[in-house]
């Protein structure tokens, strides 16, 4: 098999904690199939990203901006030979979307789900991902960082405490280990604050 490989978000910011993913991207030179590679890792073929590239998507510019090559199957790692992603042009699209996930999780709250920490997990996400696409035009320049929604200028109404507590669910949603603490408390605190007005507030403004 012949790929480059790369590393990036929490490794390259410099934000690892105890419970940070690794994120490994490999792009393959060849038709190399998924299985062949770790299960955790992102595989894109060269065409899947370039195309990524061209349309100016958000996972591009996180690329570009915050991605490092740790092998190259070449003289120069292939992304760097596509150049600058195009302009990112969805962020009031990905942010109306996000909303939408993020009042249905909301509701399912609301409603007594009883997946309270898989519907927390994903309101992290959601929040997580409308300041990382809001941050384009309101920061000048996208934010990744896991704590982008208190960096806007109008930062989440949400306290950090409840806000960690959140993504503490998504990460065992997803990767298992520890059970988050006071579940109960965060579902509260998700509900009483105003997200929904903050969220469509943020896209009102892109």
Same mark, same amino acid.
């Given at each position: %098999?012949?790929? *480059? ?7 390259? $910011? ?15 030179? *060849?038709?190399?199939? $998924?299985?062949? /590679?770790?299960?955790? #890792?992102? &595989?894109?073929?060269?065409?899947? =990203?370039?195309? /990524? +590239?061209?349309?100016?998507?958000? +996972?591009?510019?996180? @690329? ?5 090559? &740790? ?6 790692? #292939?992304?760097?030979?596509?150049g600058t992603p195009a302009p990112y042009r969805t962020a009031k699209s990905d942010v109306d979307s996000l909303t939408e996930i993020l009042e249905t999780s909301l509701i399912e709250l609301r409603n007594g789900s009883n997946s309270e920490i898989y519907e927390l997990g994903i309101?992290?996400?959601?929040? $997580? *991902?409308?300041? =990382?696409?809001?941050? #384009? $035009? =309101? ?7 896991? !704590?982008?929604?208190? =960096? @806007?200028? !109008?930062? &989440? ?5 409840? /806000?960690?507590?959140? %993504? ?21 605190? %998700? @509900? ?5 007005? #903050? ?6 403004? @892109?």
């Open positions: %098999m012949s790929h *480059d490989i790369f590393i990036f978000g929490s490794l390259v $910011r410099g934000e690892v904690s105890r419970t940070s993913d690794s994120d490994v991207l490999v792009i393959p030179v *060849d038709d190399a199939h $998924r299985d062949a /590679y770790p299960a955790a #890792w992102s &595989v894109y073929h060269r065409g899947t =990203m370039k195309s /990524y +590239f061209d349309d100016g998507r958000l +996972f591009a510019w996180h @690329l570009h901006l915050e991605s490092r090559c &740790v092998f190259s199957a070449g003289p120069e790692n #292939w992304l760097q030979t596509i309101c992290y996400t959601a929040l $997580r *991902d409308i300041a =990382m696409s809001a941050s #384009w $035009r =309101m920061l000048g320049l996208p934010s990744f960082s896991r !704590d982008a929604p208190f =960096m @806007l200028p !109008d930062p &989440v109404p949400l306290s950090r405490a409840a /806000y960690a507590r959140a %993504m503490n669910a998504r990460h065992y949603s997803t990767r298992g280990g520890a059970v988050p603490e006071a579940v109960g408390e965060t579902v509260k605190l %998700m @509900l009483d604050a105003p997200l929904i007005v #903050w969220a469509q507030t943020i896209g009102d403004g @892109l």
